[in-house]
């Protein structure tokens, strides 16, 4: 897989810092219409307490072993 040029990664930053106000909008409108359901809630966290199981570290620093990783790139 070749790397993008400087003037491409410039498009996608661009297109993204373009497209950012009407993600956040339909983001908003979104959550907006959103109907929370206690019932729903209730059952996953339920599901968790059951099923989940006890982690020994958060995960943070092999999260951070992988961006040092990747940056060696």
Known sequence: MNR??????KAVV?????AAPALAEAR???????Q??????DALLEMGDRCGETRPTSGLI??????MKAALR
């Open 36 to 41: 929370y359901d206690w019932t729903t809630v």
């Open 62 to 67: 092999e999260m951070q072993r992988l961006f």
């Open 4 to 9: 993008p040029t400087k003037a491409q990664q």
């Open 28 to 34: 908003r409108k979104e959550l907006a219409r959103w």
């Open 14 to 18: 661009e297109q993204w810092r373009r």
